[in-house]
């Protein structure tokens, strides 16, 4: 009899994200895709033809869904707590920082466990919010994978968040990839806004080893200020959204249209 000479891999999580992205993020080698596109530079809405790593931006993609999702699930609260600024900035080395300033993370231990709430929601694998199928709530993330796909596929990921409940602020960075991770550094609270602050530089190598240049840098730009013109557009008025420290003032589907040429 003839047999197959199959070989069997066991696959840590952070092992899977890197070998299997497409599974995750999407198609990570760079597609033809024909799309809708805010020009950062003249503002207006076009019809482009734009090859890019679905994957790569996905990456990105998936912690704006976390703030859309605070800024859904804090929709009812008054006063501090509320998340209405959403700040994006990418810099020129292709360090992405995203700041909202909705309730903070809150800091303490995992029950049973020697680690905190922050490091499960973005290192450990599976934890999450928005499991419950049956609660009725609008959610834009699963909250499960996204968020720790992203540090799995960063050379350096850092947390910080402002938790005026326990009145502590808490900084975590992991790097090549979630495979160090340094301990948290917590302390007690400063200001007394609360805020979650996300800053990652994504490891371009495994999205097949794109090189991040300036062209690369101009490309995001463009998929970065569309996506954050259109959720600016989806929330509203009373939601602040920047790109680099620009207001983005499209506050409604009104307000997008007319950016069309």
């Not at 003839?2 to 080698?29: A, C, M, W």
């Not at 999205?207 to 929330?235: Q, V």
């Amino acid at each position: 009899a003839d047999f197959t000479n199959t070989t069997y891999q066991n696959l840590s999580f952070k092992e899977h994200v890197r070998k299997r992205i497409n599974s995750y993020l999407g198609p990570k080698i760079p597609t033809l895709n024909e799309i809708w596109i805010i020009d950062p530079n003249t503002k207006k809405l076009n019809k482009e033809s734009i090859n890019y790593s679905i994957a790569l931006f996905g990456a990105i993609d998936e912690i704006l869904l976390n703030v859309i999702d605070h800024f859904l699930r804090t929709k009812s609260l008054r006063g501090k707590g509320k998340c209405t600024i959403l700040k994006l900035d990418l810099k020129e080395n292709g360090e992405i920082i995203c700041f909202n300033d909705g309730e903070g993370i809150e800091v303490k231990k995992v029950e049973n466990e020697d680690y905190y709430i922050p490091e499960m929601i973005f290192s450990k694998q599976f934890p999450g919010s928005n499991f419950d199928d049956d609660d009725g709530k609008v959610s834009a993330g699963m909250n499960g994978i996204g968020a720790k796909a992203t540090n799995g596929l960063s050379t350096r990921f850092e947390i910080e968040t402002n938790d005026l409940k326990n009145k502590l602020n808490y900084v975590q960075v992991f790097e090549n990839g979630n495979m160090i991770k340094n301990k948290p550094v917590i302390k007690k609270i400063i200001s007394k806004d609360p805020y979650t602050k996300i800053s990652f530089l994504l490891d371009y190598k495994y999205f097949n080893n794109i090189e991040f240049n300036e062209n690369m840098y101009l490309l995001l730009r463009k998929l970065i200020y569309t996506r954050l013109s259109y959720i600016s557009a989806f929330m509203g008025s009373k939601y602040k959204i920047y790109y680099n420290n620009e207001l983005i003032n499209i506050e409604s589907l009104y307000d997008l249209s007319k950016h069309v040429i």
